[in-house]
């Protein structure tokens, strides 16, 4: 079966770097497009960045673009997210998901980074 | 800068008939848009219910449709069950972006 399992998240001071990854099992990891998708505690849902499945194809949301670096090993079977410059604004459950032709379809259970001094 | 807007809250009884809604703030929601639907329960990530409008998952129970209603991507669920008691999120494509409504809490009462 599908499972994507998060890591690497917890607390950070503003201006602080933390790299989350994505462990992806139960599939071919290097046939799908990946996404980090985020949640303020409280809040809605925030689409943050997608990579295609060689990494040739990236996007990054307005709100985190030029701090945010996606990246994917796919001999790892492994998502990756580089957050620098962290602000408080950041602070969020981080998910990770599989994009297919049936849209965002699998879901990480996420991890919690938390932006504080 | 893109809006995807939700109905907030919305109430329905038990075994009846309620419909969210999602509409896009550059217009009317078409099959480009590419809609999905998503369901979230208090501590859980969201699971997905519908992608490109009105297809389901092979996990999506049965009174769960998805269409389009007077320009807006819709969610209607048949047979309230007090299960289906969460927040509902919808998501639309635009080009390469992916934005997600603000989400609907559908309370089962």
């Known amino acids: 079966q599908v499972q994507l399992v998060e890591s690497g998240g917890g607390l950070v001071k503003p201006g602080g770097s933390l790299r989350l990854s994505c462990a992806a099992s139960g599939f071919t990891f290097s046939d799908y497009y990946m996404s980090w998708i985020r949640q303020a505690p409280g809040k809605g849902l925030e689409w943050v960045s997608y990579?295609?499945?060689?990494?040739?194809?990236?996007y990054y949301a307005d709100s985190v673009k030029g701090r945010f670096t996606i990246s994917r090993d796919n001999a790892k079977n492994s998502l990756y997210l580089q957050m620098n410059s962290l602000r408080a604004e950041d602070t969020a459950v981080y998910y990770c998901a599989r994009l297919s032709r049936m849209g965002t379809d699998y879901w990480g259970q996420g991890t919690l980074v938390t932006v504080s001094s | 800068q893109t809006v995807v807007t939700q109905e907030p809250s919305l109430t329905v009884s038990p075994g009846g008939t309620v419909t969210l809604t999602c509409a896009s703030s550059?217009?009317?929601?078409?099959?480009?848009?590419?809609p999905n639907w998503f369901q979230q329960k208090p501590g859980q990530a969201p699971r997905a219910l519908i992608y490109s409008t009105s297809n389901k998952h092979s996990w999506t129970p049965a009174r769960f449709s998805g269409s389009l209603l007077g320009g807006k991507a819709a969610l209607t669920l048949s047979g309230v069950q007090p299960e289906d008691e969460a927040e509902y999120y919808c998501l639309l494509y635009y080009g390469g972006a992916r934005v997600f409504g603000g989400g609907t809490k559908l309370t089962v009462l």
């Open positions: 990579i295609s499945s060689s990494g040739s194809t990236i």
């Open positions: 550059t217009g009317a929601v078409t099959s480009g848009y590419y």
